[in-house]
């Protein structure tokens, strides 16, 4: 009984010496760059591009997929032929 007493204040002052030195920076790491926690980038997957999230998960970090397509920028017709035609 006293072994289990001195594991829980041992606990206790691990857990108060680690909020003392502030929170732990977590970051997600994709592509070679980190990221913060909530941020949102589009990530190449086997299926193609996907709409993921920076989010903790049981004390890790980890890129949880988006109900969401990847954003793209789309040009009108008359747009790419005045990029692809000769200038004068």
Do not use: Y
Not at 26 to 31: K, W
Not at 45 to 55: A, F, I, K, N
Not at 71 to 79: E, F, I, K, M, Q
């Amino acid at each position: 009984m006293r072994a289990l007493g001195l594991l829980g204040i041992g606990a206790l002052l691990w857990s108060q010496a680690a909020s003392a030195d502030g929170p732990i920076p977590c970051t997600c790491r994709a592509e070679g760059t980190s990221f913060a926690l909530g941020a949102v980038m589009c990530m190449k997957t086997p299926d193609g591009p996907q709409l993921v999230r920076c989010e903790r998960v049981l004390n890790n970090t980890s890129w949880t997929p988006l109900q969401a397509p990847c954003p793209t920028a789309r040009a009108s017709a008359g747009v790419v032929a005045s990029l692809i035609a000769p200038r004068d």
